[in-house]
């Protein structure tokens, strides 16, 4: 009695199984989409009083450019000006104010940023600023 | 979603190299398509007035015009068997000579219809439709180019007014254009809908407005081919969108700004309604952009750098009373 092992089933079985494994190696549940860079803002006074958080995210398309004022009640406010490349950040009504402002490139807010800043009001006031990227919330 | 999908293939379009090889191509078959179709219409004659014979004689013998006479009461004297006068050879019967060809008939006095209209006057519209090619730049700042903002699109424009004096069209025109953003790298990868599970989830897309006042000469108003020039000015604008619908966020920018100089030429073929082909191009810069961003934000500035760009169109017209 002689047994004889046929290995085609196992080889098709083999390149079917790889077929398919490639096939969903280029799928991708992703949907692709833009890389966005996004910086996030929010201020703490003394006595612990949080403002909003306020994200704000760059422009995608070409010749895009967005401006956004933040008031922080009648103390102050910060304003960021923003193209696909750059975002630009200033404050009004702190002592020092050029010391604060602030130019970050896309691409350093995509790989990740944090910075707290402490500000002092002209009426005496004195708030920390929470930057940081990306936001915790979707854009 | 800027990407075309055949069953399970996607390819990109190269929005320069494709369109512009696409808008020749139309260009040229359009024009011997139109060429081909307008059949020989021989001009007609010109009309002639029917001529009426004078009224013969009384008594006279009835005969077709152009016909002699013949000779009265002459019989020629009787055959002698021996007479050595000559003999009359027979008449040979006279052909009659072929009619003149008939002229068109005139119907209570009015000319014979020509084969075109006569030179327009009063309303005139036409409506254009082709290909539309972004050239130039959109901002005097690096790579910012009209074509990595915006692709080729397909425009729609009416032209409205008046004909005058036979040769001039003044009126206004408006074009609506649909199409692609460009072909910037960042951007494309940013419209790019990775997942292949036929949802939009990214779409992106470009529209542009284009409206002002034109006139425009024809050389021969009368004739059935009527080439012609035009020259407008106006306004601008053009709008791209970006929609990420898997994460909830919209962005369109829309820059505007003037049509210094539309220049546009072509030629119609005049029958019923005229039709042909025609090229034109708007000359303009975006002075002004407006952003609305997925931040609720909307931010309206002008532009700092502009540059000059041009549209460059190409297409076919049908003009109604041409």
Request: glycine share 8%; hydrophobic share 40%; net charge negative.
């Amino acid at each position: 009695m002689t047994f004889t092992h046929d290995s085609r089933p196992g080889r098709k079985n083999l390149l079917i199984g790889a077929a398919i494994s490639l096939g969903l190696a280029a799928c991708t549940l992703e949907p692709g989409g833009p890389e966005y860079a996004q910086l996030s803002l929010y201020a703490e006074n003394e006595r612990g009083f949080v403002t909003e958080h306020a994200c704000t995210t760059l422009p995608v398309l070409p010749g895009g450019l967005s401006v956004r004022k933040l008031d922080f009640g009648s103390s102050f406010s910060a304003t960021l000006e923003a193209d696909r490349e750059t975002l630009g950040l200033r404050f009004e009504g702190v002592r020092e104010a050029e010391d604060f402002q602030r130019r970050l490139s896309a691409e350093r807010l995509r790989t990740g940023y944090a910075e707290e800043l402490t500000l002092e009001t002209w009426s005496g006031d004195v708030y920390s600023v929470f930057l940081s990227a990306p936001c915790t919330e979707a854009p | 979603m800027n990407m075309l999908t055949i069953g399970a293939l996607q390819f990109e379009l190269s929005s320069e190299r494709f369109g512009t090889a696409l808008a020749v191509g139309a260009f040229l078959l359009t024009t011997s398509v139109v060429a081909r179709a307008q059949p020989d219409v021989p001009a007609a004659p010109a009309a002639e007035e029917p001529t009426t014979p004078p009224a013969p004689p009384p008594g006279a013998a009835e005969t077709t015009p152009n016909h002699p006479l013949p000779p009265a009461s002459v019989e020629p004297p009787p055959a002698s068997p021996t007479s050595t006068a000559p003999s009359r050879e027979p008449v040979a019967p006279q052909r009659a000579p072929e009619p003149p060809p008939a002229a068109p008939v005139a119907v209570h006095g009015e000319p014979p219809k020509r084969a075109f209209p006569p030179a327009a006057q009063g309303f005139q519209a036409a409506f254009r439709s082709g290909l539309l090619f972004p050239i130039g730049d959109a901002t005097s700042r690096p790579n910012d180019t009209l074509a990595s903002r915006y692709a080729w699109q397909v425009p729609i424009a009416v032209d409205l007014g008046m004909r005058f004096a036979e040769n001039f069209f003044v009126g206004g025109y408006l074009g609506i254009g649909f199409g692609s953003t460009g072909s910037d790298a960042r951007l494309e990868r940013a419209c790019a809908d990775d997942n292949e599970d036929f949802d939009d989830d990214i779409v992106c897309a470009a529209v542009t407005l284009r409206a002002g006042i034109e006139v425009q000469y024809s050389f021969r108003p009368d004739e059935r081919l009527n080439p012609w020039v035009g020259y407008g000015f106006g306004f601008e604008a053009a709008s791209a969108k970006l929609s990420d619908n898997s994460r909830g966020y919209e962005e369109t920018v829309t820059s505007s700004g003037l049509t210094y100089a539309q220049l546009s030429t072509g030629f119609d073929m005049r029958h019923a309604v005229g039709f042909g082909p025609f090229l034109e191009a708007s000359v303009g810069s975006f002075r002004r952009v407006t952003t609305d961003s997925g931040d609720a934000l909307t931010t309206s500035r002008p532009i700092d750098d502009p540059s000059l760009h041009v549209w460059l169109m190409l297409g076919v017209r049908l003009v109604v009373n041409p």
